[in-house]
């Protein structure tokens, strides 16, 4: 396991699999304002996962994905980024059809 710490709100994970595959990425690590929720992007081969995890239930729900798949070539994707509102909803910003896009769940 190999962490990256960029600017102050910028941390990324990559995590190598087992089976020698790509490493998956973990990125834009956020905890609701409530402290009941905790959202984060994945990254591998070339697409991305925003993920949202009840601290109570431990409950992994599947927000938002992007990104194209790449078969192991090599791919720079826009940064996948997440931010809690103090309003409780969650923004994400990404990237669809190669086109950055910026969503809004509450």
Known sequence: VQAYAGGADDFRLDLG???GQLPVQVSSVKI??????VAFATLFDGTYKV????????????????GYR??????SPRQ???AW???????VS??????PVMSQYG
């Open 80 to 82: 996948v980024l997440v």
């Open 32 to 37: 609701s304002p409530d402290k009941q929720y």
């Open 94 to 99: 990404g990237e669809r059809n190669g086109e």
């Open 85 to 91: 509102l103090r309003s409780g909803d969650l923004i």
């Open 17 to 19: 699999n087992v089976d």
């Open 51 to 66: 993920e949202v995890v009840n601290t109570a239930s431990r409950k992994r729900s599947t927000i938002e994905k992007g």
């Open 70 to 75: 790449l078969d192991g070539r090599p791919y």
